[in-house]
């Protein structure tokens, strides 16, 4: 029997259940920091925006990155099979769809 620590304290009958375990939880690991960075960079462009409306003369290239710093978080939620390209651009379009009928953006 193989006690595992730091993983919820889970007694475990074989090193192979030990080892599943801990790869669950390294996965677990990085989804949330994942979810987290996401959740920033984000942020960052709400804050980007924000300051884009406030100003007159507000720096593009700062928007920019953060335009692109989300991109790339969008990216990686594929890469992990959070999302995939199709759901992601179904989901654009789905949006897309509604602006047409609620803004004058499309």
Do not use: H, P
Not at 39 to 63: H, P, T, V, W, Y
């Amino acid at each position: 029997m193989v006690l595992v620590k730091n993983i919820r304290n889970v007694v475990l009958t074989n090193e192979m259940d030990a080892n599943k375990l801990q790869r669950k939880y390294f996965e677990m690991e990085k989804l949330e920091e994942l979810m987290v960075i996401t959740m920033e960079e984000c942020g960052e462009l709400i804050q980007e925006c924000s300051k884009a409306i406030r100003m007159q003369d507000f720096n593009r290239d700062e928007l920019k990155e953060e335009l692109s710093d989300v991109m790339c978080m969008l990216e990686l939620m594929v890469e992990n099979k959070i999302i995939t390209r199709s759901e992601l651009n179904n989901g654009a379009n789905l949006k897309k769809m509604k602006l047409m009928q609620w803004s004058n953006l499309i």
